[in-house]
Structure formats: C-alpha cells, structure tokens
C-alpha cells in the first residue's frame, strides 16, 4: 500500500557541511522545493525536516548517519 494524503507525514534528517553559516529557513528551501510537487498535490501531507551541519550532530544522540 502506498500512503498518501493527511496520514502521510515524513520526518528527513539531514546532515551536510553546506548548512554551515545558514539558518532554519535557508537550510530548508532547497529539500522542500525537491518535494513541491508531492506537497502541492497533497500526496504528501507533511514533511519535517531536521537539517545539520556535521558538528551540529555531533552534539545530538539518536540518530544512525549513512553516507551515500
């Protein structure tokens, strides 16, 4: 089954060096507009976004890093 609609909420964690020296809304826009048209559409009711530069999440517990 694929989910969509107000029940499909997606949380994305981020880690990047390119965040450094950027605040909440700037490190935000460029996930969000890959996800424009999902949002727009209501396919994708919500997404949150946890972006970070490195030594940000060096400071956090919890999360598993992959590099891809």
Same mark, same amino acid.
């Given at each position: 089954?694929?989910?969509?609609? #107000?029940?499909?909420?997606?949380?994305?964690?981020?880690? *990047? @060096?390119?965040?450094?020296?950027?605040?909440?809304?700037?490190? &935000?826009?460029?996930?969000?507009?890959?996800?424009?048209? #999902?949002?727009?559409?209501?396919?994708?009711?919500?997404? *949150? @976004?946890?972006?970070?530069?490195?030594?940000?999440?060096?400071? &956090?517990?919890?999360?598993?890093?992959?590099?891809?």
């Amino acid at each position: 089954m694929i989910a969509s609609g #107000e029940d499909c909420n997606f949380e994305v964690y981020i880690i *990047s @060096i390119e965040f450094t020296g950027k605040n909440t809304l700037q490190r &935000q826009q460029p996930i969000l507009e890959l996800f424009k048209q #999902e949002l727009g559409t209501g396919k994708l009711h919500a997404l *949150s @976004i946890k972006a970070r530069t490195p030594d940000e999440q060096g400071m &956090q517990s919890g999360l598993v890093q992959l590099k891809l």
